[in-house]
């Protein structure tokens, strides 16, 4: 396949069925003076899975944050360049940052359960947004819970507090939290890496069921759940220390881990650094 | 050689620790031996008679509980949202440092000086005499940086990481402040009030120049009263009634315990939901 | 190409291609609700300078009547003779807050280093909580103490009534005993624990850690620690006027009455007038200044501290 790579030109034509959900052009993202993030372009496809990789520190995190203006929360930040939410500019003038968190939802690294029960983590989002009826509530956190993989886990246990829970659990119980407002985008920032082996595999599993009906964008600092929950994989380098942080290559998983285009993604994922 | 010094040295320490645990436990214990007797239902629910003040001293204990109840409903509002402003909203610039500095300020004035604005602003310019509410009005004044102080500290506590789950949901600042940092911090804020209405109760210069002298029972918040604290100062420099200096100083004494602990109690409980 | 779970009735699920906009009601409480928060913050302010204004204005008379000069320079306070020079209530305080720091000070320092360096768990369970529980006793039982027992202990030892700078040095010391040793403690637990390793591997014993490591570095929070405690007790009235015996003039024995600029207010104040009055409120005004150059002083070595 011979297109050009996702650094500094055009991305490339979609195989992956799908319109672009999220429209990156010339991105670049500043903390105070220090330069971040440089020239990202990318189009991420709505109902896939898309792994973002790459070495730690070096950026991924922070542009996931962009895309949900977490990073509007930090003192001093800056972006230029434009992204698009279904064609609509997320940094566009009077849009509320407020609501767009709402449709494009976040999983942290640290699974960070409310102290509440786990009915009212998961109730938390609906009642934000003004749902009091009791059965409706029932209904919509009974769904979450299944969606995110956890309801025959607590089903029985919904008065005990969330933070009760096992970490696996909890991270589940974040994501249900997060499915509660029915968001059309789910991002994942290295959810895994605090929760035992079992809870990742039911995480895992929850990605593959959920894509059909949320757009996900999961960063990860490990190869092989890369290549085994995402569609295409966007691959993040800082070339050097003080450097801002580039996309070097993206494209379909499959092709992006057997024969990678870019010389410095072949020796990411094979080991050479990072 | 060293090892000499190091042994003298080592106990000297030690006589220190010994010395302040001793200072304590002298003033509670000699307190306690002297006032234990004077504690009866009388002396806590009657008022002083005559010139000597025999009697009790009923009327001072609801001086003292009604300046510092009126003076902590009338700082905590403020003082709390000032502490939201400064933990959540305030960006670093001009106005913070400001607000920083009056509040230093503020919290190293003494007491002294504080009754005295408190007449010349409470008791003569607003009009409002020697009462219930100027007291309050002066010791919220007292109060309003410690608790500012305490509240701040208090949610900054809150991880970072359980707001950020709350934006992620697309919860504004307000509604993420008041449904999950703050209910998050009430141990630690409610600590920091207990511990500060311990203070109110033993202020006694404050209190003199704006609530008063006289001993009568404060109903209205315009009536004028007597602390306990002004009623032990009083009976301490006139001499005659020492038996009932002794059991106003073990009630004091009392009270600010049960203060200390009660916020220690509170300060060691986890909320409902932590494991 | 979106399958998108829809809720009937909840008005949660979006329509793709829009963003919201903020909507101006959301906007304006939420601006609204900023701007309550900072007044409440502003309130500090308004405080102090109410305070500044109402005890400066109530004071400032003085400049003319007894003169500016003559006030602070003037030797004697009487009411009787209209005289009002603070000389002898500052040597009073001067001498009083001397006393406390010479005897709290040690013993305040000396208790936090043992907290934080030589009490076991159990004793510092004990010892701890006491400075607390310290801190929270009212003056005026402070003073009532020292009254009923230091003072005749005092009078014994130096033949007099025994009202006078010694008992209120002796108990204006235990009073800032917890203000000091908490923020020692505070000041010694901040410096990070390899120093002392470093030090005892190095086979030194305790004290030498204490003394040529441990304190040098937390210099400046010592400092910072009794600068407040000085603070304390310059600002300390009711146990003063209990103790002290409330003669305002110069220090001539350990057990000889003497007064200091806050317990003069006290004592005074209930039957000043007119210029006497006005006195007084000059009293708080110079006491004022003293705690706020306090605080900047502060505030000024914890910026030489951040800078090194």
Not at chain 3, 151 to 171: E, H, K, N, Q, Y
């Given at each position: 396949?011979?297109?050009?790579?996702?650094?500094?030109?055009?991305?490339?034509?979609?195989?992956?069925?799908?319109?672009?959900?999220?429209?990156?052009?010339?991105?670049?993202?500043?903390?105070?003076?220090?330069?971040?993030?440089?020239?990202?372009?990318?189009?991420?496809?709505?109902?896939?899975?898309?792994?973002?990789?790459g070495?730690?520190g070096?950026?991924?995190?922070?542009?996931?944050?962009?895309?949900?203006?977490?990073?509007?929360?930090?003192?001093?930040?800056?972006?230029?360049?434009?992204?698009?939410?279904?064609?609509?500019?997320?940094?566009?003038?009077?849009?509320?940052?407020?609501?767009?968190?709402?449709?494009?939802?976040?999983?942290?690294?640290?699974?960070?359960?409310?102290?509440?029960?786990?009915?009212?983590?998961?109730?938390?989002?609906?009642?934000?947004?003004?749902?009091?009826k009791?059965?409706?509530?029932?209904?919509i956190?009974?769904?979450?819970?299944?969606?995110?993989?956890?309801?025959?886990?607590?089903?029985?246990?919904?008065?005990?507090?969330?933070?009760?829970?096992?970490?696996?659990?909890?991270?589940?119980?974040?994501?249900?939290?997060?499915?509660?407002?029915?968001?059309?985008?789910?991002?994942?920032?290295?959810?895994?890496?605090?929760?035992?082996?079992?809870?990742?595999?039911?995480?895992?599993?929850?990605?593959?069921?959920?894509?059909?009906?949320?757009?996900?964008?999961?960063v990860?600092?490990?190869?092989?759940?890369?290549?085994?929950?995402?569609?295409?994989?966007?691959?993040?380098?800082?070339?050097?220390?003080?450097?801002?942080?580039?996309?070097?290559?993206?494209?379909?998983?499959?092709?992006?881990?057997?024969?990678?285009?870019?010389?410095r993604?072949?020796?990411?994922?094979?080991?050479?650094?990072? | 050689?060293?090892?000499?010094?190091?042994?003298?040295?080592?106990?000297?320490?030690?006589?220190?620790?010994?010395?302040?645990?001793?200072?304590?436990?002298?003033?509670?214990v000699?307190?306690?031996?002297?006032?234990?007797?004077?504690?009866?239902?009388?002396?806590?629910?009657?008022?002083?008679?005559g010139?000597?003040?025999?009697?009790?001293?009923?009327?001072?204990?609801?001086?003292?509980?009604?300046?510092t109840?009126?003076?902590?409903?009338?700082?905590?509002?403020?003082?709390?949202?000032?502490?939201?402003?400064?933990?959540?909203?305030?960006?670093?610039?001009?106005?913070?440092?400001?607000i920083?500095?009056a509040?230093?300020?503020?919290?190293?004035?003494?007491?002294i000086?504080?009754?005295?604005?408190?007449?010349?602003?409470?008791?003569?310019?607003?009009?409002?005499?020697?009462?219930?509410?100027?007291?309050?009005?002066?010791?919220?004044?007292?109060?309003?940086?410690?608790?500012?102080?305490?509240?701040?500290?208090?949610?900054?506590?809150?991880?970072?990481?359980?707001?950020?789950?709350?934006?992620?949901?697309?919860?504004?600042k307000?509604?993420?402040?008041?449904?999950?940092?703050?209910?998050?911090?009430?141990?630690?804020?409610?600590?920091?009030?207990?511990?500060?209405?311990?203070?109110?109760v033993?202020?006694?210069?404050?209190?003199?120049?704006?609530?008063?002298?006289?001993?009568?029972?404060?109903?209205?918040?315009l009536?004028s009263?007597?602390?306990?604290?002004?009623?032990?100062?009083?009976?301490?420099?006139?001499?005659?009634?020492?038996?009932?200096?002794?059991?106003?100083?073990?009630?004091?004494?009392?009270?600010?315990?049960?203060?200390?602990?009660?916020?220690?109690?509170?300060?060691?409980?986890k909320?409902r939901?932590?494991? | 190409?979106?399958?998108?779970?829809?809720?009937?009735?909840?008005?949660?699920?979006?329509?793709?291609?829009?963003?919201?906009?903020?909507?101006r009601?959301t906007?304006?409480?939420?601006?609204?609700?900023r701007?309550?928060?900072?007044?409440c913050?502003?309130?500090?302010?308004?405080?102090?300078?109410?305070?500044?204004?109402?005890?400066?204005?109530?004071?400032?008379?003085?400049?003319?009547?007894?003169?500016?000069?003559?006030?602070?320079?003037?030797?004697?306070?009487?009411?009787?003779?209209?005289?009002?020079?603070?000389?002898?209530?500052?040597?009073?305080?001067?001498?009083?807050?001397?006393?406390?720091?010479?005897?709290?000070?040690?013993l305040?320092?000396?208790?936090?280093?043992?907290?934080?360096?030589?009490?076991?768990?159990?004793?510092?369970?004990?010892?701890?909580?006491?400075?607390?529980?310290?801190?929270?006793?009212?003056?005026v039982?402070?003073?009532?103490?020292?009254?009923?027992?230091?003072?005749?202990?005092?009078?014994?030892?130096?033949?007099?009534?025994?009202?006078?700078?010694?008992?209120?040095?002796?108990?204006?010391?235990?009073?800032?005993?917890?203000?000091?040793?908490?923020?020692?403690?505070?000041?010694?637990?901040?410096?990070?624990?390899?120093?002392?390793?470093?030090?005892?591997?190095?086979g030194?014993?305790?004290?030498?850690?204490?003394?040529?490591?441990?304190?040098?570095?937390?210099?400046?929070?010592?400092?910072?620690?009794?600068?407040?405690?000085?603070g304390?007790?310059?600002?300390?009235?009711?146990?003063v006027?209990?103790?002290?015996?409330n003669?305002?003039?110069?220090?001539?024995?350990?057990?000889?009455?003497?007064?200091?600029?806050?317990?003069?207010i006290?004592?005074?104040?209930?039957?000043?007038?007119?210029?006497?009055?006005?006195?007084?409120?000059?009293?708080?005004?110079?006491?004022?200044?003293?705690?706020?150059?306090?605080?900047?002083?502060?505030?000024?070595?914890?910026?030489?501290?951040?800078?090194?």
């Open positions: 396949m011979t297109t050009e790579s996702a650094f500094g030109g055009v991305p490339e034509a979609s195989t992956v069925a799908g319109t672009p959900k999220f429209t990156v052009r010339s991105l670049d993202f500043y903390y105070g003076d220090f330069h971040a993030l440089t020239g990202i372009n990318i189009d991420v496809k709505d109902n896939a899975v898309t792994a973002f990789i070495p730690s070096c950026g991924k995190s922070t542009f996931l944050r962009c895309l949900n203006r977490m990073n509007d929360l930090i003192p001093g930040a800056r972006v230029e360049g434009t992204i698009t939410l279904d064609g609509a500019d997320v940094y566009g003038a009077g849009v509320d940052p407020v609501d767009l968190r709402r449709r494009v939802g976040m999983i942290f690294q640290q699974p960070n359960p409310f102290p509440m029960s786990i009915y009212d983590n998961v109730a938390f989002g609906p009642r934000l947004h003004g749902i009091k009791k059965s409706e509530l029932d209904t956190v009974e769904q979450a819970l299944v969606r995110a993989n956890l309801w025959k886990e607590v089903r029985d246990i919904m008065e005990r507090g969330g933070l009760t829970l096992s970490g696996g659990q909890q991270q589940r119980l974040c994501i249900a939290r997060v499915l509660a407002v029915q968001p059309d985008v789910l991002l994942m920032d290295e959810p895994c890496s605090a929760i035992d082996p079992t809870s990742v595999q039911k995480v895992e599993d929850l990605m593959a069921e959920l894509k059909s009906s949320v757009t996900i964008i999961i990860t600092h490990n190869m092989q759940q890369a290549a085994r929950v995402s569609d295409e994989t966007a691959f993040f380098l800082q070339e050097k220390q003080g450097t801002p942080a580039e996309l070097i290559e993206f494209g379909r998983t499959a092709e992006l881990f057997t024969s990678p285009r870019d010389r993604t072949e020796d990411y994922i094979t080991g050479r650094f990072g | 050689m060293s090892k000499w010094a190091n042994r003298v040295a080592v106990t000297l320490l030690w006589i220190c620790g010994l010395l302040t645990v001793g200072a304590l436990a002298a003033v509670i000699y307190v306690f031996i002297r006032g234990v007797g004077q504690l009866n239902l009388d002396f806590i629910l009657s008022a002083p008679r010139v000597n003040a025999e009697g009790g001293i009923g009327p001072t204990i609801v001086a003292t509980i009604y300046v109840g009126l003076a902590m409903l009338i700082v905590t509002p403020i003082a709390v949202l000032a502490a939201v402003y400064l933990a959540e909203y305030a960006v670093q610039g001009k106005l913070v440092t400001v920083r500095f509040a230093d300020t503020l919290s190293s004035v003494p007491s000086v504080m009754g005295l604005f408190g007449f010349a602003f409470f008791v003569e310019a607003m009009d409002l005499g020697f009462s219930v509410l100027s007291g309050a009005l002066a010791l919220s004044f007292l109060m309003l940086p410690i608790v500012m102080r305490t509240t701040e500290e208090a949610i900054r506590a809150v991880p970072r990481y359980i707001r950020w789950g709350s934006y992620g949901l697309g919860a504004s307000w509604q993420t402040v008041s449904k999950i940092v703050l209910p998050s911090a009430m141990p630690r804020i409610l600590t920091g009030l207990i511990l500060a209405m311990g203070r109110a033993g202020e006694t210069a404050v209190v003199i120049f704006t609530m008063g002298q006289a001993i009568n029972l404060p109903i209205s918040p009536d009263g007597r602390s306990m604290t002004v009623h032990l100062y009083t009976l301490a420099m006139e001499g005659i009634n020492m038996d009932a200096a002794y059991g106003t100083a073990l009630l004091l004494m009392i009270m600010v315990l049960l203060f200390n602990l009660s916020a220690r109690w509170l300060a060691r409980r909320g939901f932590e494991e | 190409m979106t399958n998108k779970q829809e809720h009937g009735g909840s008005g949660l699920a979006q329509e793709t291609g829009e963003l919201k906009m903020m909507s009601a906007y304006f409480r939420e601006a609204l609700l701007n309550i928060f900072m007044l913050a502003i309130v500090a302010v308004a405080a102090v300078a109410l305070i500044f204004v109402f005890v400066g204005v109530r004071g400032w008379p003085v400049v003319d009547d007894p003169g500016i000069v003559a006030f602070l320079t003037g030797t004697e306070w009487s009411s009787t003779y209209g005289e009002f020079g603070i000389l002898p209530l500052v040597s009073g305080t001067l001498v009083v807050t001397l006393g406390a720091l010479l005897l709290g000070a040690p305040a320092i000396g208790t936090a280093v043992f907290l934080s360096e030589i009490a076991s768990p159990r004793m510092r369970s004990i010892v701890r909580p006491a400075v607390e529980m310290l801190a929270g006793v009212p003056s039982v402070f003073g009532f103490f020292g009254l009923v027992i230091i003072r005749p202990v005092v009078a014994d030892l130096t033949g007099s009534m025994g009202f006078g700078p010694l008992t209120a040095a002796l108990i204006l010391a235990v009073m800032i005993v917890p203000t000091i040793a908490t923020l020692t403690e505070d000041a010694l637990r901040s410096v990070a624990p390899g120093i002392r390793h470093a030090s005892y591997a190095m030194a014993t305790t004290w030498q850690t204490i003394y040529k490591v441990l304190i040098p570095a937390a210099k400046i929070g010592i400092i910072d620690a009794t600068i407040l405690g000085m304390r007790a310059i600002g300390e009235t009711m146990a006027v209990m103790v002290a015996g003669a305002p003039q110069f220090f001539s024995g350990l057990g000889e009455p003497v007064a200091t600029l806050t317990s003069q006290v004592i005074d104040m209930s039957y000043a007038s007119g210029t006497h009055r006005t006195a007084l409120f000059g009293l708080a005004v110079i006491l004022f200044l003293i705690s706020m150059g306090l605080v900047g002083l502060v505030r000024s070595l914890a910026r030489l501290e951040r800078r090194s």
